[in-house]
T-cell receptor
Framework: AQKITQTQPGMFVQEKEAVTLDCTYD???????LFWYKQPSSGEMIFLIY??????QNATEGRYSLNFQKARKSANLVISASQLGDSAMYFC????????????FGQGTRLTINP | GAGVSQSPRYKVTKRGQDVALRCDPI?????LYWYRQALGQGPEFLTY????????KSGLPNDRFSAERPEGSISTLTIQRTEQRDSAMYRC??????????????FGPGTRLLVL
């Protein structure tokens, strides 16, 4: 079974600063994918970034990057130059490459960007 | 192109009533997933389909919950004899080619169900 742990229930950051949202995971699978989603107050679930367990380089998508440390089983999301519109819930999720196709989510981190 | 759509967006029902929640995936997407999200929690898997075949229903909490996707496109999640504990956001997601590996799941806006 897979498990995702997000230990920060809430984060407060000043606009334009960088922020790191923590995610650790537990799995016995050899190959898996890690995902981050953003959920603004409107309630949508917006896909942000993906990292495969076999990827040697950290994934990047615009202002988002994923600090992947496989040995530590962590997949932290880094948002550079934060903006007011980044205020939202952020969910880390994973899925093994074999077997069950469901995403397993963490409990989320609520990020608030202060002006 | 159009994303995943769900209807209704909000549903208020009385305990004991049946409800049907609809999901229209991104056109051409093979896989369709249903999740349930309680307030302040991450989504939890309910069931998923490849085309019209239900591949995994291990997350359905009990036999009051069922889902179908008869023509491999639109899906309906049905909850019979609703109970107050069924109140939650029900989310649908779809992915292009069968859900394997790095394939991303794209979520709809959700249906917020309130059982009185």
């Amino acid at each position: 079974a897979q498990k995702i742990t997000q230990t920060q229930p809430g984060m407060f950051v000043q606009e334009k600063e960088a922020v790191t949202l923590d995610c650790t995971y537990d799995t016995s699978d050899q190959s898996y994918g890690l995902f981050w989603y953003k959920q603004p107050s409107s309630g949508e679930m917006i896909f942000l970034i993906y990292q495969g367990s076999y990827d040697e380089q950290n994934a990047t998508e615009g202002r988002y990057s994923l600090n992947f440390q496989k040995a530590r089983k962590s997949a932290n999301l880094v948002i550079s130059a934060s903006q007011l519109g980044d205020s939202a819930m952020y969910f880390c999720a994973m899925r093994p490459f074999q077997g069950a196709q469901k995403l397993v989510f963490g409990q989320g981190t609520r990020l608030t960007i202060n002006p | 192109g159009a994303g995943v759509s769900q209807s209704p967006r909000y549903k208020v029902t009385k305990r004991g009533q049946d409800v049907a929640l609809r999901c229209d995936p991104i056109s051409g997407h093979v896989s369709l997933y249903w999740y349930r999200q309680a307030l302040g929690q991450g989504p939890e898997f309910l069931t998923y389909f490849n085309y019209e075949a239900q591949q995994d229903k291990s997350g359905l909490p009990n036999d009051r919950f069922s889902a179908e996707r008869p023509e491999g496109s639109i899906s309906t999640l049905t909850i019979q004899r609703t109970e107050q504990r069924d109140s939650a956001m029900y989310r649908c997601a779809s992915s292009p080619e069968g859900g394997a590996g790095e394939e991303t799941q794209y979520f709809g806006p959700g249906t917020r169900l309130l059982v009185l």
